[in-house]
């Protein structure tokens, strides 16, 4: 081969194995920066979501915080307002003619200034025959047994029965007030007694203590007068007495037509008289 040739042949093979050489330094560093701008936008992605999830969520939390403390503040003046209006009462005036609240009575007849009723109790004798020895007696047993009841005791007590000498509604005078069981229960006023009917029946003894409805009661009352049924003025076993019923509400609690052998073991009332 002619020198000259062989030297230019060897020249361009050297510089395009140069040219090679750096075209294959060249591509790994784009590689590598292509790569890099790539990590970049990934890191850059995910670091917007993680931003904006956490803002996101913040929100939404301070928004339910808001919402509850809204429904909290809106409720809490409702309830007060409504149990406000639920427990306050206007209080009762004792002599404007109303009754209302704790008053018993406005302005009538037996009502004190206190707007609460005078007082008297009515109550169940025990148990006993028909042999009271007499109405006095009886009425002492009254008193007697009233005292067995601080409540009761002091006051004046008489039997409500009748016989010649002692009329059945005599103790009862004219008192305007309101008849009481020991317990408070109140029975009704001189009118309802007479008349009827009974707020409440009388059916307790002095302690308060309540008898069978079933009971009866001594009282010898009869409505035409007629006194042949009174034990013998309460004085023998050996006849009949009438009776009324404890439970009734009508009239029949002092006269319910029926009369009883005297030896039958019943009871008797005892009312207040003062």
């Known amino acids: 081969m002619n020198p000259v040739v062989e030297g230019f042949t060897m020249r361009h093979l050297l510089f395009l ?4 050489s750096c075209s294959t330094r060249d591509l790994p560093s784009g590689e590598g920066t292509e790569t890099g701008s790539s990590s970049g936008e990934s890191s850059s992605s995910t670091s917007g979501v993680q931003t904006s999830t956490s803002q996101e969520t913040t929100g939404q939390s301070e928004t339910t915080g808001t919402s509850s403390t809204g429904d909290l503040t ?19 005036v004792c002599g404007d003619g109303i009754v209302e609240g704790s008053e018993e009575c406005e302005g009538d007849v037996g009502c004190l200034p206190n707007c609460t009723w005078k007082v008297r109790y009515i109550f169940l004798s025990p148990p006993v025959q028909g042999d009271l020895q007499g109405v006095e007696v009886a009425s002492e047993l009254c008193e007697t047994w009233a005292c067995d009841n601080p409540k009761l005791c002091g006051g004046i007590y008489a039997a409500l029965i009748q016989d010649s000498l002692f009329g059945f509604w005599e103790p009862l005078g004219d008192f305007d007030g309101l008849y009481r069981l020991p317990s408070g229960v109140p029975v009704g006023r001189l009118t309802d007694l007479r008349k009827g009917p009974l707020w409440n029946p009388i059916d307790q003894d002095v302690s308060g203590t309540s008898v069978s409805p079933e009971v009866k009661a001594w009282t010898g009352f009869d409505p035409d007068g007629v006194l042949d049924w009174t034990c013998k003025e309460w004085l023998s076993l050996d006849h009949e007495g009438r009776v009324g019923q404890i439970g009734a509400l009508n009239t029949s609690w002092f006269h319910n037509n029926e009369v009883m052998p005297c030896h039958a073991i019943l009871r008797y009332y005892c009312i207040q008289t003062e």
Not at 17 to 20: D, E, G, R
Not at 75 to 89: A, F, I, V
């Open 17 to 20: 194995f140069l040219v090679a």
């Open 74 to 92: 809106s409720e809490e003046p409702h309830t007060s307002e409504g149990g406000s209006s639920e427990t306050t009462l206007e209080p009762s």
